[in-house]
């Protein structure tokens, strides 16, 4: 069974940093492009930043574009998403999906392989 656990979440004041992270079990997450998401309370999900299979390529939301950054590290079958300079509207569900076609920017909705539940960040003072 393909699954992907996102964690890393937490309670962060702004203009602070958290780290998530997605791993994979049951496959290989090389030769998948993967793309994180956000729904905040109220808000439709929108994509955040996507990376590709290789890593070689990157996308980021304009929202989110400067602060932060996808990685993956395919020995580890890990993706990460560092971000910096958080802000109360950074608060949100964040989820991992795993899609066997190319980034094609940061679009969301779209069909995935497979998905996490997701990990709650709150950015708060």
């Known amino acids: 069974q393909l699954q992907l656990v996102e964690s890393g979440g937490g309670l962060m004041q702004p203009g602070g940093s958290l780290r998530l992270s997605c791993a994979a079990s049951g496959f290989t997450l090389d030769g998948y492009s993967i793309v994180w998401s956000r729904q905040a309370p109220g808000k439709e999900r929108e994509g955040v930043s996507c990376?590709?299979?290789?890593?070689?390529?990157?996308n980021y939301a304009d929202s989110v574009k400067g602060r932060f950054t996808i990685s993956r590290d395919n020995t580890k079958n890990t993706v990460y998403l560092q971000m910096n300079s958080l802000k109360p509207e950074d608060t949100a569900v964040y989820y991992c999906a795993a899609d066997k076609r190319s980034c094609r920017g940061t679009s969301w909705p779209r069909v995935v392989d497979s998905w996490g539940k997701g990990t709650l960040v709150t950015v708060s003072s």
């Open positions: 990376i590709s299979s290789s890593g070689a390529s990157t």
